[in-house]
Each structure stands twice: as C-alpha cells, then as structure tokens.
C-alpha cells in the first residue's frame, strides 16, 4: 500500500524536512513567515519546512533541546542570547556555506558582527531595529517648537518646554538597560568587560545615567510608564501623555493602527557628548550543529536571509532588512518615518551584554529603577547592582 502510494508522488517521498523553530510574533508576522515558506517549498520541492513556534520561555525549550539533542535545525536567536551560546558549541558555523552568489558584504556590519564569535559566522540576521525620537507635532507646534532636538541638553530644553502644555510630560522615560546602554556607552563606558563582567558603574557609565537621573528628579519633565498609567513607551506617546518617547520601528505600526489621529514624526536620537548613538536590536536564523540536512538547512537559511525572501519579510515595514540593497529597494531610507532607523544603525549599540546577559540586565534593572525613584543615589545603585551581578556571573563559570 504504502510503496503503491510513493510510486505515484514521488515528489514527497524524497523530499525532506527541515524544523524550524520561533517565537510567536504578531499576527501579521506570523502570516507573513508562513507566506514566505511557502514560496520557498514552491521554489524547492525536494525539501519541506515544518515550522513551529515556541510561545513560552522560548530560550529555555531551545537550550533544553540542544542538550537532549531534540532542537530545530534552523531556528531564531536573540543577539542577547548569541554570545552564550556561540561558545558553547552547538552551533554549526556558516562560513563554509557562503557563496558569492549570496553577497555577504550585503549586510550590514554592525548587525553581522552580533553573530560572530572567534572569527566564524554563526547566524545571519533576519531583520533589526534601532531606536529614533518620536515627537508628537501638535505638541511641539504648540510650545512654538519647529524641530526636532539635536543634542540632549536641546531635548531636556524641549522637554521643560512641552510639560504641562498639550501633554502632562515632555519626555517619555525608559528605564531599561536596553534602552540605556548607549548613554553608558557615550562618556566612554561598557556595559562588559574583556571577561564578560559587568562593569556599567565605572564614572563615565555614570555620567550618561544621571542625565536621565536629572531630568526625572531635578526638571520633572520626563515620566515613566507607571507614572501616567500605560503599559509601555509606545502607548505613553499614542495617548499623548509624553509628547516625546524614543521608540523601536516597531511602534510606528502601532501607533498608526491604535492612534490613527496622532500626528508624530521621528528623527535620530540627539547626540550625547557630541556623539550620535543608539540601539540596535536584531535576531538571526542560526543552524543546529546536529542537524541532520545541514545541506538543506543551509537552503532555508540562505533564502529567508538572501535577497529575495528578505525583500518579502520586510516589505510590509514592521521590521526592517539587514541587507542594504533590499533598504534601498524598499526606500526605507528615504521614507520620512523610517529613515531615522536606517541611519542609525551604522553606529548603534548593539543590544548584547556577554555570555551571562540575564545577571547583568535583571540587576542593572533593578536597582536603576530605584536610583531614578530617588530611593538610593545613582552611584551605590550602580555599584550595588554590579557587584551582584558580578557574584552571580562567578557562581555561573
């Protein structure tokens, strides 16, 4: 019966699987992936996808399963989870796969080198953002203001200048490492040293914190999300409660489709110290160095970050492409709204924090948090939280 039946389709019988494995993104996205594996099995019927997406406590299934030798051969990795596990061997470097066909010097450099470690290249990336200003134009037509802020000591001017008009705040604070990496970066401080530590407290780290620290305590012209009732950045700016946030590409979506009326426009983050900065965010297709059809697992990769499938994934502008070639082709760098993201990500902050990320950023977290609520001063948060962090990152070695 069964032999009768793969006479007739030979097509599938010698067709083979390829696991891939995600998180659970929107709704959009997720149609859209699906959309773009389609096409891929339409253009290579020998091999077939099985996609399945990871809901919940999305690393620990993956490392979970790379132990016991049951992970996906292609799946998505955060750049902040990438150091870890680049170094623990488990995953299939990519050089050797390259072709020139593919065009790796196409990418751009600062998303491609979250995925190298010792000099080998362990994941493409799929799409990334960085952070820009969104500022709300009623709001600064109202205080007379015509531009944006170029440099912070102009945004925290603004900022005194929009609270208590149209808005209750001028600024949208953040108070995440993620969101505050590159100002420790911007007097010449690192989140890590060489060996992975924490190191945030030294005095140029400082010096970028208690800019934010200021402007909360000393101006009151910035609010954080819990100050105004509101679950995030995003939804602080689209209900005009802040008439500045910095914001992923993420929340230009959002915005529209939530606030439709909200009339904003972004721009790059002013400079700090005289130096542009900002973060980047992005994820990669990375393969399982078990997997059992690295050739084909190779196909799926190199397609879904190649040209034309990255072209498909990106197209609808909710996340944007890592190729240069494909910004350019989808006008992402001239688009009024989306420009400022694309021309940061040359000099952002890549958001990584070495192979122990969660003690880094779970202490800086916490205690920042409490410094900015004025209920211990920056330094000894700082040192406190390091120092934790630093304990945790030994007990893990």
């Known amino acids: 019966m069964i032999s009768c039946h793969s006479l007739s389709l030979p097509r599938t019988s ?56 049951a992970a996906p051969d292609v799946f998505y990795l955060d750049a902040l989870e990438a150091p870890f596990l680049m170094s623990q061997n488990v995953l299939e470097p990519l050089d050797g796969y390259i072709t020139p066909e593919f065009d790796l010097p196409d990418f751009e450099p600062n998303l491609l080198n979250s995925f190298k470690y010792q000099n080998q290249i362990y994941g493409f990336p799929k799409d990334y953002s960085t952070l ?36 209750k705040y ?45 402007q909360y305590q000393k101006d009151r012209s910035s609010a954080q999300k819990s100050d105004v009732g509101t679950n995030s950045g995003s939804e602080m700016f689209g209900q005009s409660k802040v008439a500045m946030v910095i914001e992923g590409n993420w929340a230009i979506t959002y915005l ?49 970050t190649g040209k034309e499938g990255m072209e498909k994934w990106t197209g609808t502008g909710f996340a944007l492409p890592t190729r240069k070639s494909v910004a350019q082709k989808l006008g992402y760098d001239k688009d009024p709204l989306r420009s400022p993201f694309v021309s940061g990500v040359s000099y952002a902050t890549p958001w ?23 209920q211990q001063p920056l330094k000894q948060a700082m040192v406190r939280a390091q120092t934790q962090a630093n304990k945790q ?5």
């Open 14 to 69: 010698t067709a083979v699987t390829v696991k891939l494995s995600g998180w659970g993104g929107n709704q959009v996205e997720q149609k859209l992936l699906k959309q773009v594996l389609q096409d891929f099995e339409a253009q290579h019927p020998q091999i077939k996808v099985k996609y399945e997406v990871i809901s919940d406590q999305y690393m620990d299934v993956i490392k979970t399963r790379l132990v016991g030798e």
């Open 393 to 397: 990152i030994k007990a893990m070695h």
């Open 256 to 304: 529209k489709d939530t606030f439709p009326n909200l009339d904003f426009a972004t721009a790059e983050i002013p400079t700090i110290n005289d130096k542009k900065n900002t973060m980047v965010f992005t994820v990669a297709y990375v393969m399982n160095k078990q997997a059992k059809h690295k050739t084909e697992a190779w196909e799926l990769i190199s397609y879904l």
């Open 170 to 214: 001028g600024f949208g604070e953040i108070p995440e490492l993620a969101r505050q990496a590159y100002k420790i970066k911007a007097f010449g401080g690192q989140i890590i040293s060489q060996n992975d530590d924490a190191t945030f407290a030294s005095e140029p780290g400082l010096q970028g914190l208690q800019l934010v620290i200021d």
């Open 132 to 167: 820009s200003l969104f500022y709300n134009k009623k709001a600064f037509a109202t205080a007379g203001l015509t531009s944006p802020p170029t440099t912070w000591e102009e945004l925290r001017s603004y900022s005194g200048q929009l609270t208590g008009k149209l808005n």
């Open 352 to 374: 990584q924090a070495g192979k122990y990320p969660a003690a880094i950023v779970n202490n800086f977290d916490n205690q920042f948090i409490s410094a900015l609520l004025g």
